[in-house]
């Protein structure tokens, strides 16, 4: 019996077939069919634990949401205490949390001038994309083949049409995708002198963390000032010192004219976005300030965690901690190559971002599910399934990324017979 | 107006940022600590060359940092100490190999050396730098990565010099994190980590309060209490030299060493000589009247007079209303009879000596015990040439140390005598510790023993010690975890540095004093 005070399900069987019947059907069939068929019950620190009472090591975080782990201590004391004051707050008026926190935010990338809050990722896109159309006065939106902002109104069409032909929602008018890593296709479109803004992930996660080419970014911002676009950096998955620094862009020496971040900014505990601009960019906030709003677009509760995240994320020892983990993959995973060289054949990483390669095209759907075997929850990329996105936490220690790395290598013979299976069926 | 204008205090709680610091680099010396157990030896020697240059570089600027923060002791003589912890430190501990696995054939017994990992160490407000450098020391000589928490007394000049080490330890390649202090110390915060599965051992130098809560903690601990040392003058004493040792001794540092002595005791045939003795070593000897001002100012209804501890004899006996000359090194109060209850034969952390005979030896063996249990397992001086008394003493002190013929502060902790030099006085079972010795890096590394049936037919005598130390080499060792160039950021709290109320100062010393009055009574 699972009861939660509030429900109770009989078992997890009696969850998963209300979550069918209710919720969502197909995800529920999706996860049951892949072997990993996780129903998340308690979590704390890394750890996430199934309703069977398996413990799985989180390297999913969904997407850098749980950057320093679920319920982390510090975090849930700051959100108590928060909520012993403030509530969402009134986003009509200036508000304490507010200021804070955009303060904060302008002071973590000097040359941008204002944050303009949403409540999730995909809300920071839409800011950031209406900002850039308000600066040209132009419509057209470039973004990357597989590139991944959101599922609303305009992020959704920046997107794979995957996301976005089955609700309508693509606009192949205005929106353009170029391939990733040629930025000749970027400056033919921009030649044009009608786009708005070219919208890119500073390494594309959901594509499977492929590496920008030397220079590529630079080139992309350069050639977007030169033809009178903007140059939009998305950092929902690599802000927030995942790849070393603070946000993705300053380890390409860039200077985007907006960029945007979501995930990990609300500390796993309360949704929050940011989109940042500069002055010129965000000429709208004087203009009509009102002119984009939102009720929950940074609640105030949301800005006091998010605050605190920021300032945790400046401290030395986590600076260092980032840099400890991210060393220990690169050559953890160089050796777990070398050993597994038949299926393992690629590591993408920059700081606690990493792609890992396999050799068939679904090789890291199977690789997944080796590794929840072995309590590792890592999830595939969706838009290539050859990639396995392994995401490790800023606050990881050094027991736990030694067992993440022995559990790797225990998994890797159920990976090479699952992908045997596969090849098979094929 | 609300209360909390009034108070300006913050309208929301605030978690314990200092704590969530001070776990994250347990964390990170976890992480070097990792690589660092795997360096080889000529490694872990360059570290160690590199934090005894830099220490002794910066021994007498440090001197000073420490005097002025905490009010404590002389700086030349604290210089002196820095230093000592430095080179001759290092030296002393050269040959001492704690790296290289050791092939015994005869035995037939390898053993493999195992670091201990994360040592957390709690240093004293006292001798902040000389315990910081020692520390890190034993630390990179046993292939450790150390957490220093400092007295909040003495912590802006603690986290200085740890980070001067540090830096020096990165730079001659020692992985970052292997040494870190604390910035901002608290109880709770020492409580919190001294309980964490995270760390490996604890070295507590301190109160006896923080000594029985690093034994109460749940971890593996080296704690060592405080001291009482009593200095046996035998009438076959060179008198004159006895003198000079005392007063050099009570002198040093304001006498705020534990190793000090605080009773110097002889018999009453002696005691005429004895006075005379320190006089001209330059001691003043108090008269009745002055004994009974020194004890009414050195002993408050709240134990010992804290505003004392450490200064010089000078300024204490103008505050104690008596007349001495400027140039006067040590004061000594009377106490005819050795009886056990008055509070000057008390630990006293300041250059006050108090001078008290025995009818004959067998007296003074038993008035010594019963000083000496204020302190037990600590340290005691012998004066004179009769080694059958000397020997007869040190079987009845409970002490683990029995200087003989030279000043105690020093000798005691190692400085002119062969005893390890150390500023963390084991006080072993006598004084509820798990260590009676002075302690080393070898506390800080246990050995795995592989062996054979002694009627095996191994030989090992061909089996090279190097080709094993290879094999542990081969974790590639690499500093990792480099900071950012640029300096990291200060945090606010530390950028406006709050200096600590003379009030809480003066709280934190009288807990620590009460603690230790607690411990011996």
Request: proline share 5%; aromatic share 8%; charged share 20%.
């Amino acid at each position: 019996m699972f009861n939660y005070g509030y429900f109770s399900f009989a078992s997890k069987a009696d969850l998963l077939k209300k979550a069918a019947e209710f919720w969502n059907p197909g995800k529920v069939q999706f996860w049951t069919e892949a072997g990993t068929p996780m129903v998340i019950d308690r979590r704390e620190g890394y750890f996430l634990y199934d309703m069977s009472g398996k413990r799985l090591i989180d390297l999913h975080l969904n997407g850098g949401t749980y950057n320093f782990g679920h319920r982390h201590p510090e975090l849930v004391e700051v959100m108590k205490a928060g909520l012993d004051y403030f509530d969402m707050g009134n986003h009509w008026f200036p508000s304490v949390a507010r200021a804070a926190f955009s303060e904060k935010l302008v002071k973590s990338a000097p040359h941008m001038k204002y944050a303009i809050f949403g409540a999730g990722g995909a809300e920071a896109v839409e800011i950031a994309l209406k900002t850039a159309r308000y600066a040209t006065k132009r419509r057209k939106i470039v973004s990357i083949i597989k590139g991944y902002h959101g599922h609303s109104g305009l992020s959704v069409a920046t997107g794979d049409e995957r996301f976005s032909k089955i609700f309508l929602a693509d606009r192949p008018d205005e929106f353009v995708h170029v391939p990733f890593n040629d930025a000749d296709a970027l400056e033919a479109v921009l030649k044009k002198g009608d786009v708005a803004a070219f919208i890119v992930e500073t390494i594309p996660a959901t594509y499977g963390f492929p590496m920008p080419k030397e220079g590529y970014l630079k080139t992309c911002q350069d050639l977007c000032h030169k033809y009178g676009a903007r140059f939009i950096a998305d950092e929902v998955q690599t802000g927030l010192m995942r790849t070393g620094v603070m946000w993705g862009w300053q380890g390409y020496g860039l200077t985007p004219d907006i960029f945007v971040c979501g995930k990990g900014l609300g500390g796993g505990l309360y949704p929050i976005s940011a989109c940042l601009t500069t002055a010129e960019c965000g000429g709208w906030l004087i203009e009509d300030g009102a002119a984009h709003i939102s009720t929950s677009g940074g609640a105030e509760l949301g800005c006091l965690i998010g605050h605190h995240v920021m300032e945790m994320l400046e401290r030395p020892e986590v600076i260092s901690n980032v840099h400890f983990v991210a060393e220990f993959f690169a050559k953890g995973m160089a050796e777990m190559m070398a050993r597994h060289s038949d299926i393992f054949v690629g590591v993408r990483q920059r700081g606690v971002v990493l792609g890992l390669e396999f050799d068939h095209p679904e090789g890291a759907v199977a690789v997944s599910r080796a590794l929840y075997e072995n309590g590792v929850w890592a999830i595939f990329s969706s838009l290539d399934k050859r990639v396995l996105q392994f995401k490790p936490g800023v606050v990881l220690d050094v027991d736990l990324c030694q067992e993440i790395l022995d559990r790797f290598d225990a998994a890797m013979p159920r990976a090479r017979q699952l992908l045997k299976g596969m090849r098979r069926a094929a | 107006m609300s209360a909390h204008e009034a108070m300006d205090a913050p309208r929301l709680k605030v978690p314990d940022r200092a704590l969530s610091r001070a776990r994250m680099k347990v964390n990170r010396a976890a992480w070097a600590a990792r690589y660092y157990r795997n360096f080889s030896r000529p490694a872990v020697l360059r570290i160690a060359e590199a934090i005894a240059r830099a220490g002794e570089e910066k021994a007498a600027h440090f001197a000073e940092m420490a005097v002025e923060e905490t009010g404590f002791g002389v700086v030349e003589h604290k210089a002196i100490k820095n230093r000592a912890c430095t080179h001759e430190l290092l030296d002393f501990y050269r040959d001492l190999d704690l790296v290289t696995p050791r092939v015994d054939p005869a035995r037939k017994m390898v053993e493999l050396p195992k670091p201990a990992g994360v040592v957390f160490a709690i240093a004293p407000a006292t001798n902040p730098v000389a315990t910081v450098y020692y520390k890190a020391m034993l630390a990179v000589l046993s292939r450790n990565a150390i957490v220093m928490s400092p007295h909040p007394a003495a912590r802006h000049v603690s986290v200085a010099a740890a980070e001067h080490l540090a830096r020096a330890a990165e730079a001659a390649g020692a992985p970052s994190g292997l040494i870190q202090c604390v910035e901002e110390p608290s109880i709770p915060l020492v409580q919190d980590i001294m309980a964490s599965d995270r760390i490996n051992v604890i070295i507590a130098t301190g109160g006896t309060a923080m000594v029985r809560a690093a034994y109460s903690s749940g971890n593996p601990a080296l704690g060592v209490g405080p001291g009482n040392a009593l200095a046996y003058v035998d009438p076959s004493a060179k008198v004159d030299a006895a003198a000079r040792c005392l007063v050099e001794s009570k002198s040093f540092d304001n006498s705020i060493l534990c190793t000090n002595e605080s009773v110097c005791l002889t018999l009453e045939s002696n005691r005429g000589n004895m006075e005379r003795a320190l006089r001209s070593a330059g001691a003043h000897i108090c008269k009745q009247a002055d004994t009974d001002r020194l004890r009414d100012y050195l002993f408050t209804d709240h134990g010992f007079n804290v505003a004392a501890i450490g200064k010089s004899a000078a300024w204490i006996a103008e505050r104690a209303g008596i007349r001495v000359s400027p140039s006067v090194k040590v004061l000594v109060p009377v106490v005819e009879k050795p009886g056990q209850d008055d509070l000057l034969f008390r630990e006293k952390l300041c250059p006050v000596l108090t001078l008290t005979a025995a009818v004959d030896f067998r007296q003074a063996l038993t008035f010594a015990k019963h000083t000496a249990r204020r302190g037990a397992g600590h340290s005691a001086a012998f004066h004179g040439q009769d080694r059958a008394r000397l020997l007869a003493f040190s079987q009845e002190m409970p002490v683990y140390r029995v200087v003989v013929n030279v000043p105690c502060s020093q000798g005691a902790a190692g400085f002119g005598t062969y005893l390890p030099p150390s500023f963390t006085i084991g006080t072993g079972f006598a004084g509820r510790s798990s260590v009676g010795e002075n302690v080393g890096p070898q506390h800080l590394v246990h050995w795995t023993r592989i062996a054979y049936a002694r009627d095996a037919a191994e030989d090992l005598s061909d089996l090279d010690p190097a080709a094993i130390a290879t094999v542990t080499d081969a974790g590639a060792p690499v500093p990792t975890g480099i900071l950012p160039e640029e300096a990291p950021p200060v945090p606010a709290a530390a950028a406006e540095r709050p200096e600590i109320s003379r009030e809480l100062l003066r709280q934190l010393i009288l807990e620590e004093l009460r603690s230790l009055r607690r411990g011996d009574e």
